[in-house]
């Protein structure tokens, strides 16, 4: 089993930044690929970002791309979502997730708004 805790989510204005933390505990991570996702009221989960536990390249949805940045620290067991440039329609629950045969592990997610 993996457990995530996400933490970080809060109240900003547009045009500021908020920096997401998931804390991972569980069984080793070196298979997955880390992730983040979001969901607005009224819409689908959508894909913010993701990365290799062990490395490699990070992949961004369009909206995000440019703006946001997922990172990981293996040895604190954490994943990261820098967030910059917020834009109102950032606002969402923020979910980190695991991945092994899908995306079998989710967090509770954090909230983010961002006012105008």
């Known amino acids: 089993q993996v457990q995530l805790v996400e933490s970080g989510g809060g109240l900003v204005q547009a045009g500021g930044s908020l920096r997401l933390s998931c804390t991972v505990s569980?069984?080793?991570?070196?298979?997955?690929?880390m992730g983040w996702f979001r969901q607005a009221p009224g819409k689908e989960r959508e894909f913010v970002a993701d990365?290799?536990?062990?490395?490699?390249?990070?992949y961004y949805g369009d909206s995000v791309k440019g703006r946001f940045t997922i990172s990981r620290d293996v040895g604190k067991n954490m994943v990261y979502l820098q967030m910059n440039s917020l834009k109102v329609e950032d606002t969402a629950v923020y979910y980190c997730?695991?991945?092994?045969?899908?995306?079998?592990?989710w967090g509770q997610g954090t909230q983010v708004t961002v006012s105008s």
């Open positions: 569980g069984r080793t991570l070196s298979p997955y690929t």
């Open positions: 990365v290799a536990w062990s490395g490699g390249n990070s």
């Open positions: 997730a695991a991945y092994v045969t899908g995306w079998n592990y």
